[in-house]
């Protein structure tokens, strides 16, 4: 009796430990991430990520997963943005001050609006949007909003 009971406690902490080092070797969290939502567009669902703006990937990651088995079928980066009035992209990793705000999803298009502090110091405010398609995303549209 006493035997199983140390052979089930063996098996029990292996299990356990096992467990844990198996997780630790996967990568789930991003530390960088501040914000993030999930909703069903289409047949698929289409998920948001927001990393913080002083993080070596200030960007806005869309992603389109295919509903119930959350397979990743597109995903795009957003990490710069094109200035018709100057005729410049904005990198943004090279502002000195990014916001994207207000973000939302109707009728298959997600819209957003950017606060960019040129190293100039001059602000910029943008209303960008971005339709969701099935499996992929249309070209990204930002117009300066004064």
């Not at 993030?36 to 990520?49: A, C, K, Q, S, T």
């Not at 100057?86 to 990014?98: A, C, E, I, P």
């Not at 110091?121 to 960008?128: D, E, L, T």
Request: glycine share 0%; hydrophobic share 40%.
């Amino acid at each position: 009796m006493m035997k199983q009971l140390m052979i089930s406690i063996y098996l029990i902490f292996t299990f356990f430990c096992t467990e844990a080092i198996s997780n630790d070797d996967k990568t789930y969290v991003s530390f960088d991430v501040i914000e993030m939502n999930v909703e069903r567009v289409n047949d698929n669902l289409f998920r948001w990520i927001k990393f913080h703006p002083d993080s070596e990937f200030p960007c806005l990651r869309l992603e389109i997963l295919e509903a119930g088995s959350n397979a990743l079928i597109k995903r795009k980066n957003i990490c710069n943005v094109y200035d018709e009035a100057l005729k410049v992209t904005h990198d943004f990793k090279k502002l000195s001050f990014l916001d994207i705000y207000n973000l939302s999803v109707e009728s298959q298009t997600l819209t957003f609006e950017l606060e960019l502090s040129l190293l100039s110091q001059n602000v910029v405010n943008m209303n960008c949007s971005i339709k969701i398609e099935n499996k992929d995303f249309s070209p990204l549209v930002c117009n300066r909003s004064e």
